[in-house]
Nanobody, 115 residues
Framework: QVQLVESGGGLVQPGGSLRLSCQAS????????MGWYRQGPGKQRELVAR????????YYPDSVKGRFTISGDSVKRTVYLQMNDLKPEDTAIYYC????????WGQGTQVTVSS
């Protein structure tokens, strides 16, 4: 079973940036339609970005559009999420998975936006 390992989270001030990474542990796992999700305190997990690797299609909800960018590297089996102009409401644990989610959820990476 493939494992998805997220990293890159941390504490950042409002307006700051972070770049999250998600690497698939299994060499045979093919990154195709992938997504980044997040779960804030007391909230349900939500999709914040998805794309088809090596494709032009991207989706972002209005809450992050223009601030978040999803990308990936099929050779490194890694998906990235560049997050700019972070806001306190972006505070959450961030996860990656296929879209729709079909792989066991990883531990995620905590992002905290606070002054």
């Amino acid at each position: 079973q493939v494992q998805l390992v997220e990293s890159g989270g941390g504490l950042v001030q409002p307006g700051g940036s972070l770049r999250l990474s998600c690497q698939a542990s299994q060499g045979g796992f093919r990154l195709y339609e992938m997504g980044w999700y997040r779960q804030g305190p007391g909230k349900q997990r939500e999709l914040v970005a998805r794309f088809i690797l090596d494709g032009a299609s991207r989706y972002y909800p209005d809450s992050v559009k223009g601030r978040f960018t999803i990308s990936g590297d099929s050779v490194k089996r890694t998906v990235y999420l560049q997050m700019n102009d972070l806001k306190p409401e972006d505070t959450a644990i961030y996860y990656c998975n296929t879209w729709p989610s079909t792989v066991d959820w990883g531990q995620g990476t905590q992002v905290t936006v606070s002054s």
